[in-house]
């Protein structure tokens, strides 16, 4: 957990604009959940590429306007 997380908040940190609202653990399914804002729709693919250039495996769930915000979930996997 501890070092996914690391690596979420390194890719976020790294994507001008993205901010990390909320993430949960699931210890059964070794999985990170996280809800994010983005600066424009598109911008979840460079948190997903910023992820995956070390290894991880994620999903991209749906990416939505809320409150005039760009919203998206994804998912951290273990590496295949």
Same mark, same amino acid.
């Given at each position: 957990?501890?070092?996914?997380?690391a690596?979420?908040? $390194?890719a976020?940190?790294?994507?001008?604009?993205?901010n990390?609202?909320s993430?949960r653990?699931?210890?059964? !399914?070794?999985?990170?959940?996280?809800?994010?804002?983005? &600066? !424009?729709f598109? !911008?979840?693919?460079d948190v997903?590429?910023?992820?995956?250039?070390?290894?991880?495996?994620?999903?991209?769930?749906?990416t939505?306007?809320?409150d $005039?915000?760009?919203? $998206?979930d994804?998912?951290?996997? !273990? &590496?295949?």
């Amino acid at each position: 957990f501890i070092d996914t997380s690391a690596v979420l908040y $390194g890719a976020v940190n790294s994507t001008l604009g993205a901010n990390l609202i909320s993430m949960r653990y699931d210890r059964q !399914a070794g999985e990170l959940r996280a809800t994010l804002t983005y &600066p !424009a729709f598109g !911008a979840d693919l460079d948190v997903k590429r910023a992820i995956e250039s070390v290894g991880l495996n994620v999903d991209l769930g749906d990416t939505r306007l809320e409150d $005039g915000r760009v919203v $998206g979930d994804l998912v951290i996997g !273990a &590496p295949s």
